[in-house]
């Protein structure tokens, strides 16, 4: 299939994709989440492969959904489209996903980091929710996943204050499960992958089923709690100011309406 916003490779069994729109730090446009779901979907149906990594660059694992494509979106056509419904895709896939976090893992980026497996981190890694500078909340799943896995004070803060984890602190909460130097991340998360790769697959598919039931038990009510929180949002003059104020690169007014 020919891609046009990422990049497709198998490496041994791991099926690697790379995020590749670098001008705009990776940042997920419809476009490129269809293909990315269609990616890992492919690698899921092929016997040759029995891992994934996704990854970005050293400078951006990706910085959110692109602003600019729904700045100027209603909150009754965020709704009828649906755009989030395609993060949800990855839930459905029955190997491993790794994710190799290099730069900056932000708002749709940090969501989608959160919904694969495990994470493997680069000294450089900074994950963050900044929703709140743009008016809205995370829609992808942060609220949600963020708590499970932070707790309730540090999601707080993430979420409400737009607190940056560098990569040390995303390791002491568990957010990743390892920091290596940036000429390693992705070397490292290929290792790991290729190992389990290597593993009885029907056990390792099992177990990922097994591990997700409890960790996404009472999940979905969650996501679709606050996916319909972020719609709503964009009925409010405080979106339309907080997106314009981003692509104008000033500060935004807030006026509360
Ligand atoms: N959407 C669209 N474009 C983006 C983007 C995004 N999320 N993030 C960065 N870009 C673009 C910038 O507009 C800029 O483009 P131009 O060169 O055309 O101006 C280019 O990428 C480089 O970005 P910066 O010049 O801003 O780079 P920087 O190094 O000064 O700053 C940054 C880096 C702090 C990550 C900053 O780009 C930033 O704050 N980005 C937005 C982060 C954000 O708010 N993400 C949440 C998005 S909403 C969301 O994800 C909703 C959801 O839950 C589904």
């Avoid at 730090?25 to 890992?40: G, I, S, T, Y």
């Avoid at 607190?163 to 499960?177: P, Y």
């Amino acid at each position: 299939m020919a891609y046009t916003s990422i990049l497709v490779e198998t490496r041994g069994q791991v099926g690697l994709v790379t995020l590749n729109r670098p001008q705009s730090l990776n940042a997920l446009n419809h476009a490129l989440m269809r293909e990315l779901m269609d990616a890992l979907e492919a690698f899921d149906k092929n016997d040759a492969v029995g891992a994934m990594v996704i990854t970005g660059n050293d400078k951006a694992f990706a910085a959110g959904a692109d602003i600019k494509e729904m700045a100027d979106e209603s909150a009754l056509e965020m709704t009828r489209n649906d755009h989030v419904a395609v993060f949800g895709r990855i839930r459905t896939i029955r190997k491993p996903v790794i994710a190799a976090v290099s730069g900056w893992a932000l708002g749709g980026g940090c969501e989608l980091a959160l919904s694969c497996d495990m994470i493997l981190a680069s000294d450089s890694a900074k994950f963050g929710l900044p929703e709140i500078t743009l008016g809205v909340i995370p829609g992808a799943g942060g609220t949600q996943r963020l708590v499970r896995v932070v707790g309730k004070a540090t999601a707080m803060e993430v979420i409400l204050n737009d607190r940056k984890l560098n990569a040390q602190e995303a390791l002491h909460f568990g957010l990743v499960n390892r920091v290596v130097p940036v000429s390693e991340y992705l070397n490292e998360a290929l290792k790991l992958a290729e190992e389990i790769a290597a593993r009885a697959p029907l056990a390792v598919r099992a177990a990922k089923r097994a591990i997700n039931h409890s960790y996404e038990s009472f999940l979905k009510d969650g996501l679709d709690e606050e996916k319909q929180i972020f719609y709503n949002l964009f009925g409010t003059e405080d979106q339309k100011e907080g997106m314009k104020a981003f692509v104008e690169k000033r500060k935004p007014k807030w006026t509360g309406k």
